[in-house]
């Protein structure tokens, strides 16, 4: 795996907090009724026959393992050891490869769908565009990205002072979707889903989804 020094911290950040982050997070999907919308469109545009769909970032697999039953050939890539190793403790039936989003070991247009849920958060603004461009190697023509983060009303990627685990930005959705956009990924429709009381962090969460041209 290609690692910078922020995505070390990340990885290692991850690695220790792996089984808490796990345990919090194992129902959290229970409770969001708009997320699991989201994520059923998403796998509604990609199709049962739509080809393989990655969720970069997975985390303990909770997603993935989401995805899979809602019938997507999905498989999970994250840069923590430890995140993959309970996720495939969790989902003996699915494939978890450790690895960056930044340089993914698939082939161009290898992919029909990618989640990317709460992990471009722990990129690097500056290294973003490059992850876009990533993403829309690994899709193939047609294919669609679902996009998961916390928004800002700054036009400019607000850093998340005490995030728990490592340095996360929240993006203004306009701004990233413009990105998408530069990438040749264009914007199908979005979900911005206002803080709950119960929720951790008060941000706007959004989900982007949207489609390799
Ligand atoms: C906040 S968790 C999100 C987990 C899961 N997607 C979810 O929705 O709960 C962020 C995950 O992204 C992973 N991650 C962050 N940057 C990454 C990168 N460049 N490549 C692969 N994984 C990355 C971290 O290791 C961590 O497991």
Redesign the pocket.
């Known amino acids: 795996m290609v690692e910078d020094d922020a995505?070390r911290a990340?990885?290692e950040a991850?690695d220790t907090a792996a089984p808490v982050?796990a345990e919090l997070?194992r129902d959290?999907l229970r409770d969001s009724p708009l997320d699991r919308a989201m994520l059923s469109a998403f796998a509604e545009a990609v199709g049962a026959g739509g080809g393989h769909v990655a969720?970069?970032?997975?985390?303990p697999g909770?997603?993935t393992a989401h995805l899979a039953e809602a019938g997507l050939a999905a498989f999970g890539?994250?840069?923590?050891p430890a995140?993959i190793g309970l996720a495939r403790e969790a989902h003996p039936g699915l494939r978890f490869e450790v690895?960056?989003?930044?340089a993914l070991d698939l082939a161009d247009g290898a992919l029909g769908g990618i989640l990317s849920?709460?992990?471009i958060?722990?990129?690097p603004p500056r290294e973003v565009p490059a992850v876009l461009a990533e993403f829309h190697r690994v899709l193939a023509p047609g294919g669609h990205l679902l996009l998961?983060f916390w928004a800002t009303d700054d036009s400019a990627p607000a850093l998340v002072s005490d995030h728990a685990v490592a340095p996360a930005y929240r993006w203004s959705p306009d701004r990233l979707a413009e990105m998408l956009r530069e990438s040749g990924i264009a914007e199908v429709a979005r979900m911005v889903r206002a803080p709950q009381p119960t929720d951790r962090r008060q941000f706007p969460e959004v989900h982007l989804l949207a489609r390799k041209n």
């Open positions: 995505l990340t990885r991850y982050y997070f959290s969720d970069l970032g997975c985390g909770h997603v890539v994250d840069a923590s995140m690895g960056s989003m930044s849920r709460w992990s958060i722990h990129t998961g």
